[in-house]
């Protein structure tokens, strides 16, 4: 029989398998929209050599551009790693984005030096002729940087993004097991994490972007939405129930419903708040 491992040695194990999809996920996103790139690119190129009558065998935009794009992906792995081992986060983003400069040259370096050997390689099978381009070595490099040092710029924040969803998630989930098993609500206020007893919990507000909650005496300004918050507090047994597009309250809570003389009430909370109700959702108020 199998039994499970120690809870941090499975946090750890849930935290990996996270940043492993973040970065899988990542990966994707990235080699589809280079494959994208490559297809627009190839037929824009097609369509200018059709218009000014060019010469140029068809293969040639689809051959030049492959072989750029080969190039771009070669380096994709590096550059995944290096924002995974390396990210741009408080308390070491200094020594890390030197990391990143470095990274940045070395990708270059890499992506030119493909794509020159590729293109040597190439043109001399199938064109029977040598490869040849404008300028020096040198000012051909500069001109490759730039667009490799945009892409891997790119390629970071598309990884940043897909790590920070997946950590989100992960934050969801505990949250939600949080609620469920302990009966502790969790929210993030500013810079805190709060965990606080969903017993306690009186009223909510929705205000823009965030949610001001009361729990008790404390009140506090949280980043989530009254659903989400909605949803934590029955999972963690709380009677909530939404009264009006902008609020939440505990039905244990509540003390009086007042009729306004238009459909909405007033309702009035055990700790003497008044909190307005609407037509909209008195049904609620009866289940």
Known sequence: MTHPGPPHNRADSVERKAERAGVRNAALICIGSVLLIYVINSLSLSNEIEWDRGTEPPSLPWIQEGTAIIAILAGLPLILWLGQRFPLEPGRWRRNLAIHCAGVLIYALL??????TLRFAIWEGVYGHAYSYDGSALDMFIYEFRKQAATYLAFQLVLSTS????????EAAAAHSDARTNHRITLRCGGRVMR??????????????????RFGAGQHLARTTLTDLEKLLIEAGVDAVRVHRSWLINRACLTQIAPTGEGDVTITLANGETVPGSRRYRDRLAA
């Open 111 to 116: 992506q030119v030096n493909i794509m020159m």
């Open 163 to 170: 790590l920070g969803i997946e950590q989100l998630k992960l």
């Open 196 to 213: 606080l007893p969903a017993s306690e919990f009186t009223s909510a507000r929705a205000a823009g972007n965030y949610v001001e909650v």
